[in-house]
């Protein structure tokens, strides 16, 4: 069974860092998608970052603040936030898909496959 298994979520002060990591077991992601998004309490969930095919994709709430890559052959996908906000507090998701990202289809949640368990990440003012 594919597992994700997100870490590195946390609490920090606005203006602060941190990076999350996610470790995919039983399955060979190579170039095929990956996403990050993230769920705040009492809002849907939404794409942050994706990458796949050599692209990498942001929405523009995190352009220029986060930052999406990933290790094939550790078979991780790594998200670096930096001038974290309050209002990037929530869960953070990891997932991956057994497609192709496209500009269109990364940030949708049904373009994904396997979903990691999610990880807090609060930003205090």
């Known amino acids: 069974q594919v597992q994700l298994v997100e870490s590195g979520g946390g609490s920090v002060q606005t203006g602060g860092s941190l990076r999350l990591s996610c470790v995919v077991s039983?399955?060979?992601?190579?170039?095929?998608?990956m996403g990050w998004f993230r769920q705040a309490p009492g809002k849907e969930r939404e794409g942050v970052a994706g990458?796949?095919?050599?692209?990498?994709y942001y929405s523009d709430f995190v352009k220029g603040r986060f930052t999406v890559s990933r290790d094939n052959t550790k078979n991780t996908v790594y998200l670096q936030m930096n001038s974290l906000k309050p209002e990037d507090t929530a869960v953070y998701y990891c997932?991956?898909?057994?497609?192709?990202?496209?500009?269109?289809?990364?940030?949708?949640?049904?373009?994904?496959?396997?979903w990691g368990q999610g990880t807090q990440v609060t930003v205090s003012s």
């Open positions: 990458t796949g095919g050599g692209g990498t």
């Open positions: 039983r399955y060979t992601f190579n170039s095929r998608c």
């Open positions: 997932a991956a898909s057994a497609r192709y990202c496209s500009y269109g289809s990364w940030r949708m949640s049904a373009a994904y496959d396997f």
